[in-house]
């Protein structure tokens, strides 16, 4: 019988790494498109393109310019965070000796760029809620209150939940992916996968010497 070479197994790649990176590839994506509609739509609203009905059209009036300018940054923000997630993903999934690394990196970015916007978001919103709720009150007075059948328009106050509220449900919404990739990434059997595919041991191996 003639001795072979034998091909030597890298370390298994743990599933927890696969699942959490093909979800943040999907995540990345919807982030990329969203935030890139956000800063479309904010350079749009400062150039008076597209503001729909005249109450629209007044409100885009009052509106300051320095609030486009925040919702233009962070918009451009986001875009540049989930870009940063897709080559993370792409990286972790080519289990690229460095991925590991920059994913617990993007993900203190992340974290970082949720906490500041949203606190941000907060100040934007009640420097112009006198703005949108005065476009509230002119929907519904000039919507029909008696005809039966027709969603009637959103009240002040469900309006102020609707915007504050919203702040709160994208943070939460907005911290899955960083959170969740941080925890899988500080795993024990990830670490050791990366620790093991960055020694890159050699393809083949000499067959063992025969017994004496």
Known sequence: MTDTPYRSEGP?????????????IVFSSFGLISNAAT????????????????????????TPGWVIGFYITQGAAGFAVWMLWLVTCVALLRSVSWARRLGLTVAMIHLTYLVVFT????????????????????????????????????????????MFGG??????????????????????DVIEYFEGSAMEPPDYFPPPAPPQ
């Open 12 to 24: 298994v790649r743990p599933n927890a790494l696969l699942v959490v990176a093909i979800v943040g």
């Open 39 to 62: 800063t479309v739509q904010a350079i749009l609203l400062a150039r008076g393109v597209g503001v729909g009905s005249p109450e629209m059209a007044r409100a885009a009036a009052r």
């Open 119 to 162: 606190v941000a978001s907060a100040v934007v919103v009640n420097a112009t809620k006198d703005v949108t709720l005065e476009q509230v009150r002119a929907q519904r007075a000039a919507a029909p209150t008696t005809a039966p059948g027709n969603m009637q328009p959103m009240t002040e106050t469900f309006a102020l939940v609707v």
């Open 167 to 188: 702040l709160g449900c994208g943070f939460v919404f907005g911290a899955v992916l960083p959170v969740w990739m941080s925890i899988v990434l500080r795993r024990r």
